[in-house]
């Protein structure tokens, strides 16, 4: 009986470490980073000064638009000469390779300068999400884009723009 009362000890140390080595859940919140990052003020800004830099050649875009349509109605005109048709002709062909080129250059330059103003952000996003999860004792913090179902309650998105906004106030 002595030897069974000597491993009753052991037997609630071996349970003890068996709890202490089981994991407690994990801690979980979700995030739109994509909204957080867009709901900035630093990128409504961003947007606003892109569209503002970028309008007149988006203007030069639309009037060159509204010149092809006026050669097109021009070339539907009854009885037009041969010489004039073929004028018509190759200044609509002139001015659509014009178009495109002014399109292509113009998407490529606001791309690039969007994805600056991004990549910045985002990087930035990150640092104000690790900061909220230490902050509240996360373990981790998942996407909405990866998760089929969550809680509302578990969702930082608004907190991560507001922490942001707060971190990196507009100049």
């Known amino acids: 009986m002595y030897s069974q009362l000597r491993s009753v000890p052991l037997l609630l140390v ?24 867009a709901d900035t003020a630093e990128i409504k ?34 009885n ?3 010489a004039r048709e073929a004028d018509l002709q190759a200044t609509f062909t002139q001015k659509q390779k014009q178009l495109q080129r002014l399109g292509e250059d113009l998407q490529a330059d606001v791309n690039a300068e969007r994805q600056d103003v991004l990549g910045n952000a985002g990087r930035q996003m990150t640092e104000i999400v690790k900061k909220i999860a230490e902050e509240r004792g ?29 971190a990196y106030p507009l100049k």
């Not at 071996?14 to 979980?28: F, R, Y």
């Not at 309008?55 to 109605?73: C, K, S």
């Not at 990866?146 to 922490?163: H, Q, S, W």
Request: glycine share 2%.
């Open 14 to 37: 071996i349970a003890g470490l068996a709890l202490a080595q089981t994991p407690s859940p994990a801690k979980v919140a979700i995030i739109n980073a994509q909204k957080a990052v």
């Open 45 to 78: 800004k961003a947007q606003t000064a892109l569209e503002a830099k970028y309008r007149p050649r988006q203007q030069a875009i639309e009037n060159l638009q509204r010149e092809l349509q006026t050669i097109q109605q021009q070339a539907a005109a009854p």
């Open 80 to 82: 037009l000469a041969p």
């Open 138 to 166: 996360l373990d981790v913090v998942i996407d909405v884009t990866n998760t089929l179902y969550y809680k509302p309650t578990l969702e930082i998105t608004a907190a991560a723009t507001a922490a942001y906004d707060k």
